[in-house]
T-cell receptor, first 116, second 115 residues
Framework: GDSVTQMEGPVTLSEEAFLTINCTYT??????LFWYVQYPGEGLQLLLK?????DKGSNKGFEATYRKETTSFHLEKGSVQVSDSAVYFC???????????????FGTGTLLAVQP | GAVVSQHPSRVICKSGTSVKIECRSL??????MFWYRQFPKQSLMLMAT?????????EQGVEKDKFLINHASLTLSTLTVTSAHPEDSSFYIC???????????FGSGTRLTVV
């Protein structure tokens, strides 16, 4: 079945360091791919998404490119801040982004801790 | 933006009792609600999907008689863990979608501890 694998954390970085959180997926067809972020005590928030191969999602300095050939959607940021400390979840949804009942399949989540 | 209020955020209950978790969409109509469960260091696992006014669709391996889901209105869905046992201790989180907006809006989760 469909699945998402992302690197285990925690990832601890100093402020202004470069961030990469790896995410690979297994799915037939062309799923939509997402990164969600969960700040302490809050719900999951959509960070960025990509719906087809070679699409690049970006938001708040974070980027991820949908790579069909490597089935990957790695999250990157050039210079992290303390405020980026959170848990990051990679996820996929089958088929089109549309369809109210399409369900999300999540990775395990990666805790990022950014130190001043 | 869209907000889903989930409560309680934490609950401790005795084994054998039932616990109800509520999710309310505050500024939109939640046509579909998803209920997830997360074990420590594991993925969010989808338990069930419910559409307003219909019976929930449960994922394979989820006991529908144990995890009762009600989605009686477009702004409220509830998950009741019946006859809770320590193995039901987990983090439960809801997510709502509306037919006109394909985004998913998540609640902040409920930490259930059964003692």
């Amino acid at each position: 079945g469909d699945s998402v694998t992302q690197m285990e954390g925690p990832v601890t970085l100093s402020e202004e360091a470069f961030l990469t959180i790896n995410c690979t997926y297994t799915a037939t067809g062309y799923p939509s791919l997402f990164w969600y972020v969960q700040y302490p005590g809050e719900g999951l928030q959509l960070l960025l998404k990509a719906t087809k191969a070679d699409d690049k999602g970006s938001n708040k300095g974070f980027e991820a490119t949908y790579r069909k050939e490597t089935t990957s959607f790695h999250l990157e940021k050039g210079s992290v801040q303390v405020s980026d400390s959170a848990v990051y979840f990679c996820a996929l949804s089958r088929g089109n982004y549309g369809g109210a009942t399409n369900k999300l399949i999540f990775g395990t989540g990666t805790l990022l801790a950014v130190q001043p | 933006g869209a907000v889903v209020s989930q409560h309680p955020s934490r609950v401790i209950c005795k084994s054998g009792t039932s616990v109800k978790i509520e999710c309310r969409s505050l500024d939109f109509q939640a046509t579909t609600m998803f209920w997830y469960r997360q074990f420590p260091k594991q993925s969010l696992m989808l338990m069930a999907t419910s559409n307003e006014g219909s019976k929930a669709t449960y994922e394979q391996g989820v006991e529908k008689d144990k995890f009762l889901i009600n989605h009686a209105s477009l702004t409220l869905s509830t998950l009741t863990v019946t006859s809770a046992h320590p193995e039901d201790s987990s983090f439960y989180i809801c997510s709502a979608r509306t037919a006109s907006n394909y985004g998913y809006t998540f609640g902040s989760g409920t930490r259930l501890t059964v003692v």
